[in-house]
């Protein structure tokens, strides 16, 4: 007997016919012994519903009053599984975050889980009942109701799972696992069996949004045995684990081709070279509370210094006119941008043992006269900026040069 924490998403749970089709899972899965706590989101579609709603009706919804209406969905959900296992003979229970005692801190629409007290669902579990969590949702200390961000819900199941000592955190969704780029973009792209948890953090980060990535650093720091697989299809799915000796031996140089179009890039032309510029810059931008991604800082000639950098395409606007302003006081020569660049990365935990994979993803990309705007690495991950009109093609070669679609 193992116990299972089950996470089903909004299209898994999009209809009447598709709750019917989670709960003969969930059954077939109790029958088998299983002691299991089921996570679920808003039906699709749902939230985004709700906060359409909140928005007709402010500008500016209360935080905590935004919560209160986001987090009804998820509970809907729960009462017609439990409803809808009731009818096949199998106990269930729906719990509300308070009732499973998830705690979070006070942040409102992005609130982080601080503590997990699971005496009552543990409860239920040895009584032999199903237990159907309503995801997304946790109370702070106020006794308020929380949320943890869009796509929160894998959080939920993935915390749950890590208090619990689960013996693996299943996230059931509408792709069958994680794949070596997007399939859409490369016909032959392939399910891979494994991935490790910083690998999968790089995808997600980048734009694979198969996971919510909170839930994926959570699985890594608690060690939680996480699988991606389909609420439609039979199949192992993708694991996700640690970096073991296991996992890096059987590794190709690279596991995956993660890609952003939302991107936007800004360059500062002849700032003073001197100390606190890239602060002035960039803190500025930071004030806005705008995120920066890539930063890259050169000398352009005597005492002067070029700044690039890229920003997602929605702020581009904001973000021009805030590095304006900047760059006048500073006595820029120029200050110039673009929207239409996308980030193109090549991801895998095997580079750290290899040599020379950047080059040949350079080299790939040069053969097929894409330029690259700028390049940036970390240990596991290279990414270079391109122009967004060559995104596909660059997708499509470095799958093919890194020989993606076998093994
Ligand atoms: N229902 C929430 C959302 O759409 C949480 C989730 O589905 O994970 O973001
Ligand atoms: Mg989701």
């Known amino acids: 007997m193992s116990l299972l924490v089950q996470k089903y998403g909004g299209t898994s749970v999009g209809s009447v016919e598709r709750i019917q089709a989670v709960a003969d899972r969930v059954y077939k899965?109790?029958?088998?012994?299983?002691?299991?706590?089921?996570?679920?989101?808003?039906?699709?579609?749902?939230?985004?519903?709700?906060?359409?709603?909140?928005?007709?009706?402010?500008?500016?919804?209360?935080?905590?009053?935004?919560?209160?209406?986001?987090?009804?969905?998820?509970?809907?959900t729960t009462a017609l599984l439990c409803m809808a296992l009731a009818e096949r003979g199998q106990e269930a229970r729906s719990y509300t975050g308070r009732q499973a005692g998830i705690q979070t801190d006070n942040s409102y629409n992005k609130a982080r889980?601080?503590?997990?007290?699971?005496?009552?669902?543990?409860?239920?579990?040895?009584?032999?009942?199903?237990?159907?969590?309503?995801?997304?949702?946790?109370?702070?200390?106020?006794?308020d109701v929380t949320t943890l961000g869009r796509g929160g819900s894998d959080t939920s199941a993935v915390a749950?799972?890590?208090?619990?000592?689960?013996?693996?955190?299943?996230?059931?969704?509408?792709?069958?696992?994680?794949?070596?780029?997007?399939?859409?973009?490369?016909?032959?792209?392939?399910?891979?069996?494994?991935?490790?948890?910083?690998?999968?953090?790089?995808?997600?980060?980048?734009?694979?949004?198969?996971?919510?990535?909170?839930?994926?650093e959570f699985a890594g720091k608690y060690n939680v045995a996480l699988r991606v697989l389909s609420s439609f299809q039979e199949g192992e799915g993708t694991l996700i684990t640690l970096d073991n000796e296991e996992a890096t031996l059987e590794k190709a140089l690279v596991s995956g081709i993660a890609f952003n179009r939302d991107e936007a890039q800004l360059t500062v032309r002849g700032v003073p070279d001197t100390p606190g510029i890239a602060y002035r810059i960039l803190g500025a931008v930071s004030d806005a509370n705008i995120e920066?991604?890539?930063?890259?800082?050169?000398?352009?000639?005597?005492?002067?210094?070029?700044?690039?950098?890229?920003?997602?395409?929605?702020?581009?606007?904001?973000?021009?006119?805030?590095?304006?302003?900047?760059?006048?006081?500073?006595?820029?020569?120029?200050?110039?941008?673009?929207?239409?660049?996308?980030?193109?990365?090549?991801?895998?935990?095997?580079?750290?043992?290899?040599?020379?994979?950047?080059t040949k993803m350079f080299e790939a990309l040069a053969a097929e006269q894409i330029n690259i705007l700028m390049i940036s690495t970390s240990?596991?991950?290279?990414?270079?900026?391109?122009?967004?009109?060559?995104?596909?093609?660059?997708?499509?070669?470095?799958?093919?040069?890194?020989?993606?679609?076998?093994?």
């Open 29 to 76: 899965s109790a029958q088998q012994g299983h002691q299991l706590v089921v996570v679920v989101s808003a039906m699709s579609g749902e939230t985004n519903r709700l906060i359409g709603l909140a928005s007709e009706i402010s500008q500016r919804p209360l935080p905590r009053e935004f919560d209160v209406l986001v987090s009804t969905g998820e509970q809907v």
């Open 113 to 143: 889980i601080n503590n997990i007290d699971t005496q009552a669902v543990k409860k239920d579990l040895d009584e032999g009942r199903v237990v159907v969590l309503a995801g997304f949702q946790g109370v702070n200390d106020a006794g």
């Open 160 to 216: 749950m799972a890590a208090a619990l000592q689960a013996d693996e955190c299943q996230i059931y969704t509408d792709v069958d696992g994680v794949y070596t780029t997007d399939p859409r973009v490369v016909a032959d792209a392939r399910k891979l069996d494994r991935i490790t948890f910083e690998e999968m953090l790089e995808m997600s980060s980048l734009g694979s949004k198969v996971l919510q990535i909170r839930s994926v």
């Open 292 to 358: 920066v991604d890539m930063i890259v800082q050169n000398i352009s000639g005597d005492n002067v210094t070029d700044f690039t950098f890229t920003v997602n395409r929605i702020d581009y606007e904001r973000v021009s006119e805030i590095v304006s302003n900047v760059a006048k006081e500073l006595g820029a020569v120029d200050v110039s941008g673009r929207k239409d660049i996308a980030k193109l990365s090549i991801v895998g935990v095997g580079m750290r043992s290899h040599a020379g994979v950047a």
């Open 379 to 407: 240990e596991i991950k290279v990414s270079v900026v391109i122009d967004e009109k060559y995104l596909e093609l660059g997708v499509r070669i470095l799958h093919d040069v890194f020989d993606l679609a076998q093994n």
